[in-house]
């Protein structure tokens, strides 16, 4: 009988050893996968760093999971590989899993990993030059705020090829977005704007009557002006890797679009723009093009409304990453590549759009995309009254800045030789 009970004493010992904890198998996972957003100063809305702070979100966290809710990634898994996919394994959300059901035990804080020591400050380090605002914009507490623009002279004498770019907003509760483009000296683009100044170009306005054609959503800017970072919450900086660069030629400005959106109280911004410079002329320009469709008008009541839009490349490149963007009737979106030879591939799939997550997809290596290839998105916008995020159902919906507007349009970072002409990269459809 002694013996019975010694046994069963040391299998329940080895049970409880053998148990999900939060320090020794909980703490890793979350550092690895959440703690990027959920941190003080970032968009998650609770820290998750310590057991205090996780133990009463536990059941949340394992929803979120299981559901694959959390972390943000609305790809189809099926199609294309991705570097950035911070989804969680079958194997992690099975030890959370494990965690909650068992009582989301602590365990001993001596089988914790160490903390994870997060950048304060420019997250690719320290920028080689920094553009600051000239001056703060003045939000209101109520009411629409068109899109702004600000142009800041570079002074740069000679080119530069950025390997690393960050956005950091003055004021991150009223920044929506922002866009920073290299208007090359060559480019015409809101020449008659004195620089420095912040203004609502005219190109931009929009009538009842007429229709703002896409290319004016950019106040006509065109392939030529590049755009090098942007900001949207929860995006991360924008890192190029070995012998890719973006260019900024000698004379060029900076053209800062920003986005402010009323947050119920006055506030002002002051935004700045990091960037870091290779040390060597890259292999390989990086631009963005894109497939879009300007001309649609959603019906009311919509609910499975098809919109789809083309382009062809006219010079060889590779792919490296892509971004579907609509706002918040946005329902599905699929872009693919039709090659010279007629074969076609899918690229990404987004069965279920979300508007509150802007997510650019980095595919795992480069793709070649050759002369003659052609670009291809196709969505999907929902205007019925079963879409929760309407803003009215009864509204047909064209182009527009603006949330409660519609955009379409499938974005490809491309990576060329950097002698390309800008002007003649691609052909809209």
Known sequence: MKYLILLILAAGFAAAQSSVTYHRDVAGILQARCQSCHRPGEIGPMPLRTYTEVRPWAKSIQRAVVSRKMPPWNADRTIGKFHNDPSLSQQEIDTLTAWVKAGAPEGHPKDAPKPVKFVDGWNIGTPDKVFEMPKSFQVPASGTVEYTYIII???????????????????????????????EPKSQWLRRYPVGELFVPVEQIRTAK?????????AGASALEQPIVGHVPGRPAKRLPEGYGLLIPAGSDLVIQLHY????????????????????????????????????AIPPGAANYAVSGKSVLNVDAELLEVYPHMHLRGKSMALSATYPTGESEKILRVPEYDFNWQLVYALDKPKAFPKG?????????????????????KAEVRWGDQSWEEMMVGFFTIAVAPETDLRTIYTRR
């Open 261 to 296: 959106t009323a947050s119920g109280k006055a506030a002002s911004d002051r935004s700045s723009v990091g960037l870091a410079f290779s040390k060597s002329t890259p292999a390989k320009r990086v631009l963005r093009v894109s497939a879009a469709d300007d001309s649609f």
């Open 373 to 393: 290839t052609v670009m291809h998105a196709q969505a999907t916008f929902d205007n019925s009254v079963n879409n929760p995020y309407n803003p009215d159902p």
């Open 210 to 218: 007429t229709p703002r054609p896409a290319a004016s959503t950019n």
């Open 153 to 183: 002279p570079t002074e740069f004498t000679e080119d530069r090829w950025v390997s690393a770019a960050e956005y950091r907003p003055g004021n991150a509760s009223v920044v929506h977005h922002a866009t920073v483009y290299v208007r």
